[in-house]
């Protein structure tokens, strides 16, 4: 293991790119994503990398180019956030379809309109359907750890899929941490080069993203759904194997304080630490209180939720986007989806909050978790939100 | 005593938010100036970029609606069309109309839309934090083109005003600066004649201002407006690049 430094971790992110040894960035700069940005630019142009840094003109071109990369079999990063990731959305589902495995940081803002640069979740879950494997990282050093993983998960012959890895704009991109970073030696031992399973090459002629007539083309919506249910068995591997490298294990649902709890809170991405706080302190008063963190959103890690649910009477659901019009946040009704047939299943409370940067405090967490009690119904509420 | 200098009334009782130098503060005036001259305040309507400019409406005590990064000269489309009576221009970046608005911008332009664009061309990307934008000049710096712009990567810098001349939509181009008190003047001319041209129904105009950022340029206010004449525009040469009506 490399030492400890203290690093911004959009920098850390860059740098954990550049220990994979990618072959092309194509990544147009959209704030809080820029330091990722500028930062693998610095590090490709000082030739610490042999790669090739595409200066496109938007991010349609950024994930198209990356698509064409990773076609011929070349290792490829992008990274976007809010309005970047909206104007990829027409190319996600084409590059799942054809397998092919880009990964992608998403520093979490915000979407127009109106405009907002902070940081929530609305940007990524208008892609939730787009096939790609969709994960959350807590703190800096779950980003550097997590984006190596990502391109081991992303190139398995067993998964072959996109992966987009969140990280919360500002407050965690901008934040300055103490991290531990790998060594090259180890991460050439973790991560081998990419073995493309089928790759564009004049001497092995293919094609890829073919048009697909009626007669076929549920079949291959099948399959990737399929593909995308499947892979979580290899992500959970891979985990397992980075916890035997490097000491520190991840896993698709976690828990903090949640054994006996009656009530749990879920939470995506980086407030998790802030309700790990609220845990704390409402366990000091005797409430029963635990937390469930969700890493992985895409493919939903169903057994594991439950497991890590099971016994408790109310479960909070942290969620920072809304469907307009519909039932709730997105996480809080697909779980009540999800769990619609489970004999004893906890009371869900949605609550909708945090968005476009508007902070959530550990008393946030506690006036939720009072709010919670008295709620009566499951309907979803907007915690401090003005009329 | 006379009154003889006052702050143009199209412009609202708010201090700008531009860094010290910016070519911006100077560009919006003169539009607020002359909007005032031409008598339009009450039909004049703006559309702010994605960009340093994003705020114009804080600024413009006129009508404004915020367009989506790069979609200024669509939305104009779509309100000339609608309101062919008021007068309605994009306020755009090198970003925004170069680069992610490549497309909106060039057909628009190619349609002939009666609409007028206010260009303005900082060789950066300028509210990101100075990355290489379609416009940065060869050898430049910038956050993503460390070692300075190299045409085998990263091709040459776009002259938009060259590119959309040769549309036969397009009606009148010219190329300011913001630089000099004798290019603040032409600069100011020529927004007044795009904007007449619009009055007129003559059709698409353009006018770019070669607008000096000595934050991302990483230069005193001074050399930065040096710059734009003995560096900048050698590749972006000013002057009056089409007009219809003119000798252009």
Same mark, same amino acid.
């Given at each position: 293991m490399g030492k400890r430094v203290g690093m911004e971790v959009a920098i850390a992110a860059s740098e954990a790119v550049a220990l994979c040894n990618i $072959?092309?960035?194509?990544?147009?700069?959209?704030?809080?994503?820029?330091?990722?940005?500028? #930062?693998?630019?610095?590090?490709?142009?000082?030739?610490?990398?042999?790669?090739?840094?595409?200066?496109?003109?938007?991010?349609?071109?950024?994930?198209?180019?990356?698509? %064409?990369?990773?076609?011929? %079999?070349?290792?490829?990063?992008?990274?976007?956030?809010?309005?970047?990731?909206?104007?990829m959305h027409e190319i996600?589902?084409?590059?799942?379809?054809?397998?092919?495995?880009?990964?992608?940081?998403?520093?979490?803002?915000?979407?127009?309109?109106?405009?907002?640069?902070?940081?929530?979740?609305?940007?990524?879950?208008?892609?939730?359907?787009?096939?790609?494997?969709?994960?959350?990282?807590?703190?800096?050093?779950? =980003? =550097? $750890?997590?984006?190596?993983?990502?391109?081991?998960?992303?190139? #398995?012959?067993?998964?072959?899929?996109?992966?987009?890895?969140?990280?919360?704009?500002?407050?965690?991109?901008?934040?300055?941490?103490?991290?531990?970073?790998?060594?090259?030696?180890? =991460?050439?031992?973790?991560?081998?080069?990419?073995?493309p399973f089928a790759s564009l090459h004049p001497d092995n002629p293919i094609s890829m993203g073919c048009f697909n007539t009626p007669d076929i083309y549920a079949e291959t919506m099948k399959a990737k759904d399929t593909a995308l249910h499947n892979s979580k068995k290899t992500i959970v591997k891979i985990w397992k194997e980075w916890g035997k490298q490097f000491g520190r294990t991840y896993k698709p649902v976690e828990t903090y304080r949640a054994k006996g709890a009656d009530t749990l809170i879920l939470t995506m991405g980086s407030m998790g630490e802030t309700a790990s706080i609220a845990v704390d302190e409402l366990r000091k008063k005797g409430a029963a209180v635990g937390?469930?963190?969700?890493?992985?959103?895409?493919?939903?890690?169903?057994?594991?939720?439950?497991?890590?649910?099971?016994?408790?009477?109310?479960?909070? =659901?942290?969620?920072?986007?809304?469907?307009?019009?519909?039932?709730?946040?997105?996480? %809080?009704?697909?779980?009540?989806?999800?769990?619609? #047939?489970?004999?004893?299943?906890?009371?869900?409370v949605d609550f909708i909050m945090g968005l476009g940067g508007r902070d959530v405090t550990v008393n946030d967490f506690i006036a939720m978790v009072e709010r919670a009690k008295k709620k009566k119904d499951e309907t979803y509420e907007y915690y401090g939100v003005r009329e | 005593m006379?009154?003889?200098?006052?702050?143009?009334?199209? &412009?609202?009782?708010?201090?700008?938010?531009?860094?010290?130098?910016?070519?911006?503060?100077?560009?919006?005036? &003169?539009?607020?100036?002359?909007?005032?001259?031409?008598?339009?305040?009450?039909i004049a309507i703006g559309i702010p970029p994605a960009g340093c400019a994003v705020l114009a409406y804080n600024y413009f005590d006129i009508d404004m609606l915020e367009a989506p990064h790069g979609r200024g000269c669509a939305v104009a489309t779509g309100m000339k069309r609608t309101l062919p009576d008021k007068l309605i221009f994009s306020y755009q970046g090198d970003g925004d109309l170069a680069a992610i608005g490549t497309a909106e911008t060039f057909h628009a332009a190619n349609r002939g839309e009666n609409i007028t664009v206010i260009f303005i061309n900082n060789a950066v990307y300028g509210m990101t934090g100075g990355q290489m934008a379609p416009t940065t000049l060869l050898g430049q710096a910038s956050t993503t083109s460390p070692p300075g712009r190299n045409a085998i990567l990263d091709g040459y810098p776009v002259r938009m005003s060259e590119i959309l001349a040769l549309l036969e939509g397009t009606k009148y181009i010219e190329r300011c600066a913001v630089n000099t008190p004798a290019n603040i003047i032409r600069t100011r001319r020529a927004i007044k004649k795009a904007f007449q041209y619009q009055m007129d129904d003559v059709g698409f105009t353009m006018v770019e201002v070669l607008s000096q950022c000595p934050t991302n340029w990483k230069m005193t206010p001074i050399d930065a407006c040096k710059w734009i004449d003995e560096v900048m525009a050698l590749s972006f040469p000013p002057g009056v690049i089409k007009d219809i009506k003119g000798k252009g």
């Open positions: $072959d092309v960035a194509a990544v147009y700069p959209i704030t809080p994503q820029s330091h990722m940005a500028e #930062h693998l630019a610095d590090i490709i142009h000082d030739g610490r990398i042999d790669a090739e840094f595409i200066t496109v003109e938007s991010e349609h071109s950024s994930i198209s180019a990356c698509a %064409g990369a990773s076609a011929t %079999g070349a290792r490829v990063y992008t990274a976007t956030s809010s309005q970047g990731l909206m104007y996600l589902p084409i590059v799942s379809a054809m397998r092919l495995p880009v990964v992608m940081g998403n520093a979490n803002r915000a979407v127009s309109g109106p405009l907002n640069i902070w940081n929530d979740h609305t940007d990524i879950m208008p892609q939730r359907d787009s096939g790609w494997i969709c994960m959350f990282a807590e703190n800096g050093q779950e =980003v =550097v $750890d997590m984006t190596i993983q990502s391109f081991k998960i992303a190139e #398995h012959p067993d998964v072959m899929l996109p992966i987009v890895l969140n990280i919360d704009g500002f407050q965690l991109t901008h934040m300055i941490e103490p991290l531990e970073f790998p060594t090259q030696k180890e =991460v050439n031992k973790f991560l081998p080069p990419r073995k937390l469930v963190r969700l890493r992985l959103w895409r493919p939903f890690p169903l057994d594991e939720l439950r497991a890590a649910i099971k016994g408790c009477k109310t479960l909070i =659901v942290m969620d920072r986007a809304i469907s307009f019009g519909g039932a709730g946040g997105p996480v %809080g009704t697909e779980i009540k989806s999800l769990l619609y #047939h489970d004999k004893g299943r906890p009371r869900i | 006379k009154k003889v200098f006052g702050k143009p009334e199209s &412009l609202k009782d708010a201090i700008f938010h531009y860094c010290a130098g910016c070519g911006h503060s100077i560009t919006h005036r &003169l539009i607020a100036e002359v909007i005032d001259e031409m008598g339009i305040r009450d």
